[in-house]
């Protein structure tokens, strides 16, 4: 079982206990160079969740909007 099998089958969004996707979003940083960051993406929420230095930040405070671009 890889890391990704792992999150996605003992991860479980905080709101509504739904499964969780591994993805990335891609963020410009201050020098505008492009960098890919992983998230959680919950679909039945339309929200994702950071992963801050490998680890998932499963908070409901910290669930962002997805824009629809994913
Ligand atoms: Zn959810």
Not at 17 to 24: F, Y
């Amino acid at each position: 079982m890889n890391i990704k099998e792992m999150i996605e089958e003992f991860l479980v969004c905080p709101k509504c206990k739904g499964q969780l996707e591994l993805s990335t979003i891609n963020n410009k940083t201050e020098e505008s160079n492009i960098c890919e960051y992983p998230i959680l993406i919950c679909r039945s929420c339309d929200v994702y969740y950071p992963i801050e230095d490998d680890i998932p930040v499963l908070l409901i405070d910290e669930a962002r909007k997805l824009d629809g671009n994913n």
